[in-house]
């Protein structure tokens, strides 16, 4: 049997081309995507601090509570290593793999006790053998795979081992009319204005925003995770849906 890919998403672009502005692109390749992050990674976690209200961390922690205990973790596209941290502070054997070497080296600043393994490379050719991992986590980073991420997910159960588990973490679009309006005044207004006066020039205008509206439903991200093999597929919203908690396993 032939199995349906996941239809387009319902996203606000695809219901009012006027909420996206036309003059910003959204970087179509990785090369682009890797520049525009290498750009900002100075500024990476002083923006994410501010335009989250301070909620980044939190969520981060909800994450982790979904991880097993013990065992081996990698953490792709880890960027500044925020999750890699929480990991290894909770007694996990840790790798952070990111293809932008400058998110890598902020990472590396960071840790000053050496806690996490840290690699380049890219989510969608892992670098490790077959059964490898007992879990693969990420924050905010499956907008940014999109064009591959069947071959993320793919990856992602090739290097674990049996029993291993997915918990990928990423933005998404709330659901009541109230928190809709008051997530879309946040990132027309509040993320433009935050972005520009952290980082200035290098602040990739309408990137983030675009790349929210723009990305899968909640449905069709599980249904790629069981496309890609996995069981016991659950998605969980945060925030009345601002941030939603995919969860997978593989058998």
Request: net charge positive; aromatic share 10%; proline share 4%.
């Amino acid at each position: 049997m032939v199995r349906r890919k996941p239809s387009e998403p319902k996203t606000s672009s695809n219901r009012s081309r006027a909420t996206v502005s036309p003059a910003v692109a959204t970087p179509a390749t990785g090369s682009n995507i890797r520049s525009m992050f290498d750009r900002i990674a100075s500024d990476y976690d002083r923006f994410n601090a501010w335009a989250s209200l301070g909620l980044h961390q939190h969520w981060r922690r909800t994450l982790l509570r979904r991880v097993p205990a013990g065992g081996r973790v990698l953490d792709i596209a880890t960027g500044t290593g925020d999750v890699a941290f929480l990991a290894a502070q909770a007694g996990h054997a840790v790798i952070g793999l990111d293809f932008s070497e400058r998110m890598l080296a902020k990472a590396k600043e960071k840790d000053k006790a050496n806690k996490v393994r840290w690699m380049n490379g890219s989510a969608d050719r892992l670098p490790f053998s077959d059964r490898s991992f007992d879990c693969i986590t990420s924050a905010f980073a499956l907008r940014n795979l999109r064009g591959c991420l069947e071959a993320v997910l793919k990856e992602n159960f090739r290097v674990l081992r049996n029993g291993g588990k997915v918990v990928h973490m990423d933005f998404g679009r709330p659901t009541s009319a109230f928190s809709r309006w008051g997530h879309q005044v946040h990132l027309t207004f509040g993320v433009p204005l935050i972005g520009q006066w952290v980082c200035g020039e290098r602040w990739p205008k309408g990137y983030l925003e675009n790349t929210i509206r723009e990305f899968y439903e909640p449905k069709q991200v599980t249904e790629l995770l069981e496309r890609a093999g996995f069981s016991n597929v659950r998605h969980t919203p945060l925030l009345f849906g601002v941030v939603q908690l995919f969860e997978g396993t593989k058998k």
